[in-house]
């Protein structure tokens, strides 16, 4: 009963994690593509025939000179990503789960049972077991 308690317990941590986690991949990959777009129309506006021709070169210039960071829409890490510390917090209590937690999920397993079956003798005990489990 301890193992099936703890497995489910760290295969639901587990699932927790990398929800969270494929979830800020998935938004940081959203607004990639969001910028990289900006971007792609940004290049197609400035150097556009007719304004190149009709703008005195211009636009050209100007866009010459602008920051190439600015440019491409770089920009430091999205406030969506998930932190180190998080991702610590989680491997901490994996690590905690599976080698101190579980000790704690037995005992209260133990005291739920001795508690259910407390005024039943052993045999008893399998008397009931098979009874409701035939019925």
Do not use: P
């Not at 506006?45 to 210039?61: C, D, M, N, R, V």
């Amino acid at each position: 009963m301890t193992t099936l308690y703890s497995t489910t317990l760290l295969c639901l941590l587990t699932t927790v994690q990398l929800t969270l986690l494929a979830r800020a991949k998935y938004i940081n990959s959203v607004l990639e593509q969001e910028r990289d777009e900006r971007t792609r129309e940004h290049l197609q506006s400035e150097l556009s025939l007719s304004k190149i021709l009709f703008g005195g070169g211009q636009g050209l210039t100007s866009l010459m000179s602008q920051d190439s960071e600015m440019l491409l829409g770089k920009e430091e890490a999205s406030d969506e990503a998930i932190s180190e510390d998080a991702e610590g917090k989680y491997l901490t209590l994996s690590w905690w789960l599976l080698h101190v937690g579980w000790k704690d999920v037995g005992e209260r397993v133990r005291r739920g049972v001795e508690e259910v079956f407390d005024g039943y003798g052993l045999a008893l005990f399998f008397m009931h077991i098979l009874l409701n489990a035939s019925g």
